[in-house]
T-cell receptor, first 117, second 110 residues
Framework: GAVVSQHPSWVICKSGTSVKIECRSL??????MFWYRQFPKQSLMLMAT?????????EQGVEKDKFLINHASLTLSTLTVTSAHPEDSSFYIC?????????????FGEGSRLTVL | KNQVEQSPQSLIILEGKNCTLQ??????????LRWYKQDTGRGPVSLTI?????NTKSNGRYTATLDADTKQSSLHITASQLSDSASYIC?????????FGAGTRLTVKP
């Protein structure tokens, strides 16, 4: 099956620094990628939808300036947590569609665990 | 209000037993329904995808059912194994939108 890779799988940073998480589709071109965060024992919460070459669409309540999303190519989307604080500590997961309106399997990355000290 | 409701929130069963997880939704217009298994600290992995016309779909010991009239789906796990311990997430898609259930956390004990 299709593979979506995330990097890093875990990261620890100091409060106030920025952290970038990459999401790559390894064997298909992903026109649409999604970013989620997940708190312990809770389900996935969609943060934003990004389409290649255009601005990301953020869900209500998600700070655009806090969580910068870039989808510059068909195989790479990045999430940058700016000026991270301890409350940003979470599990961040991406997923990808090969094309808009795709009704098949949604391919997820393995997730990136962010810990902000 | 979440448009996808899963029950139970958590479930503990003994190894070898069967169990059924429920997913009720109000998402409309319905496009498809996916069941995912998520191990702790890992990304979700697809179990089944069901469209409007499908009533039952199996993937090994996992069998999903869909009643589009009542907007209910279930995931039945047969002869549970310790490795089935995970969160099971129901995802319902409308034409341009996806809604995630809160998941059911299954623990299989020896």
């Amino acid at each position: 099956g299709a593979v979506v890779s995330q990097h890093p799988s875990w990261v620890i940073c100091k409060s106030g620094t920025s952290v970038k998480i990459e999401c790559r589709s390894l064997d298909f071109q992903a026109t649409t990628m999604f970013w989620y965060r997940q708190f312990p024992k809770q389900s996935l919460m969609l943060m934003a939808t990004s389409n290649e070459g255009s601005k990301a669409t953020y869900e209500q309540g998600v700070e655009k300036d806090k969580f910068l999303i870039n989808h510059a190519s068909l195989t790479l989307s990045t999430l940058t947590v700016t000026s991270a604080h301890p409350e940003d500590s979470s599990f961040y997961i991406c997923s990808a569609f090969p094309q808009p309106g795709w009704t098949g399997e949604l391919f997820f990355g393995e997730g990136s665990r962010l810990t902000v000290l | 209000k979440n448009q996808v409701e899963q029950s139970p929130q958590s479930l503990i069963i003994l190894e070898g037993k069967n169990c059924t997880l429920q997913c009720n939704y109000t998402v409309s217009p319905f496009s498809n329904l996916r069941w995912y298994k998520q191990d702790t600290g890992r990304g979700p992995v697809s179990l089944t995808i069901m469209t409007f016309s499908e009533n039952t779909k199996s993937n090994g010991r996992y069998t999903a059912t869909l009643d589009a009239d009542t907007k209910q789906s279930s995931l039945h796990i047969t002869a549970s194994q310790l490795s089935d311990s995970a969160s099971y997430i129901c995802v319902v898609s409308a034409q341009v939108d996806m809604r995630f259930g809160a998941g059911t956390r299954l623990t299989v004990k020896p």
